[in-house]
């Protein structure tokens, strides 16, 4: 099985910057994932997607976070990322990295809490 463990996620005020990282389990693999993505989750609402990479090139993110987050991955070091810039308070939540194999199969991190203060 794949694990996966998030990190970087801490409090910070409106304005500021976080970079998470989603550490894997297995060597090269997320390039083989058909669908690597963020997600979060506030308290009380369901969780929403983020931002997402699919076939291994195609970026998506929520309407709420274009143009101040971005997703990356990188392979070699078996590692995902979430830039997170401009932070507002409504991106106040648990942040859970993702991967879907060929199968549809998802993989989830424990999440990491993301707090924005006023």
């Known amino acids: 099985q794949v694990t996966m463990v998030e990190s970087g996620g801490g409090l910070v005020q409106t304005g500021g910057s976080l970079r998470l990282s989603c550490a894997v389990s297995?060597?090269?693999?997320?390039?083989?994932?058909?669908?690597v993505g963020w997600y979060r989750q506030a308290s009380g609402k369901q969780r929403e997607l983020v931002a997402s990479?699919?076939?291994?090139?195609?970026?998506n993110y929520a309407n709420s976070v274009k143009g101040r987050f971005t997703i990356s991955t990188d392979n070699d070091k078996n590692t995902m990322y979430l830039q997170m810039n401009s932070l507002k308070p409504e991106d106040t939540g648990l942040y859970y990295c993702?991967?879907?194999?060929?199968?549809?199969?998802?993989?989830w991190g424990q999440g990491t809490q993301v707090t924005v203060s006023s």
């Open positions: 993702n991967l879907v194999d060929w199968r549809s199969v998802a993989y």
């Open positions: 297995e060597d090269r693999i997320i390039a083989r994932m058909p669908a």
């Open positions: 990479i699919t076939s291994g090139k195609i970026t």
